[in-house]
């Protein structure tokens, strides 16, 4: 098994987003990446320049970022082209590792965009580097960037930041670090092909949470109501938990629960609802055993948006 570790820079109408292509609002223009083996060592790079094809010049905020010029791109690779010549070189057996979760959702939506997404099938799997730097180095919440966890590992620095291959470079210097029992068995998914059917809903045990991906649904409200969607189940012994409070929405459209399992404890539940580019609707949901203070911090906040949901209905009926 190999870790491809890779990056991609990418640039968007240089008019602004008024002028963005709907299908396309940020266009691949290179590809980085870096082949590791199961001992982080080396065994290839790849790195292709990509000659755009839709937009035709380069925004001026990512040309002072990444210091390229369209000229620099004329003689590149055309994205049909070099996205097949990525997949093969990948091989069989491998597993995506990238800083952040943005790089594998534009992979595949410049993939879309030439009708080529079949050459990577969905949902897909990967290694979050920000995310799992953060586990093992800090707290777990925070996300730093990635010349930050080049200065706090002690890592050399040599090429500059913000250069596809460079940041796949410096990303597989990181992933070196860390070491695989604590990593592999949290990888994350991407949802740009999410399930679109009962039977390829998916259900994920990881070692301190579990995680839930639904079909598609008409609307945010047919969502939320679907049996399996709301359920609450014990991600310790996965049977039925006790609900204590129900499911309510904060202020960032971010659905949260507490449940009782007599055996294992408080769990929260969280739901985020996402839609698709077809304007259909699909839920994510999580559940994790808590503490009994954490419990609380959701009990209040629940009881937080109601006492602001009265005072504005009172100040509406004073109008």
């Not at 409200?221 to 938990?241: G, L, M, N």
């Not at 996402?274 to 994790?288: D, N, P, Q, S, V």
Request: glycine share 4%.
């Amino acid at each position: 098994m190999n870790f491809i570790v890779f990056d991609l820079e990418w640039n968007q109408s240089p008019e602004g987003k008024k002028y963005s292509n709907r299908r396309l609002p940020f266009e691949i223009i290179e590809i980085g990446a870096v082949k590791l083996n199961e001992r982080k060592e080396t065994v290839d790079t790849f790195h292709r320049l990509i000659k755009p094809q839709v937009y035709n010049w380069i925004h001026n905020s990512i040309r002072e970022v990444i210091h390229v010029n369209y000229k620099d791109l004329e003689t590149g690779t055309p994205f049909p082209q070099a996205v097949r010549e990525f997949i093969e070189w990948c091989g069989d057996d491998w597993h995506f590792c990238t800083w952040g979760n943005q790089d594998v959702m534009e992979l595949q939506r410049n993939m879309k965009y030439y009708e080529l997404l079949h050459l990577l099938p969905g949902p897909v799997a990967y290694y979050d580097i920000q995310k799992l730097f953060s586990s093992c180095f800090e707290d777990g919440e925070s996300r730093r960037s990635l010349e930050y966890a080049i200065d706090f590992l002690g890592i050399k620095k040599g090429d500059n930041f913000h250069r596809a291959f460079a940041d796949a470079f410096y990303t597989a210097k990181v992933l070196a670090f860390m070491e695989n029992k604590k990593i592999l068995p949290f990888y994350s998914l991407d949802v740009y092909q999410n399930p679109k059917s009962r039977k390829e809903e998916i259900h994920i045990s990881y070692p301190t949470y579990d995680k839930f991906i639904s079909r598609e649904f008409s609307s945010r409200e047919r969502t939320i109501k679907d049996r399996e969607v709301s359920s609450t189940k014990c991600p310790v012994c996965h049977k039925p938990a006790k609900r204590k409070i129900r499911w309510f929405m904060n202020n960032s459209k971010i659905y949260y629960s507490v449940s009782n399992c007599q055996e294992h404890g408080y769990i929260i539940g969280k739901i985020r609802i996402r839609k698709t580019e077809e304007g259909l609707y699909f839920a994510i949901k999580t559940l994790k055993p808590v503490s009994i203070e954490e419990a609380e911090e959701i009990r209040e906040k629940r009881e937080a948006l109601r006492l602001k949901k009265q005072l504005k209905r009172r100040s509406e009926k004073e109008l």
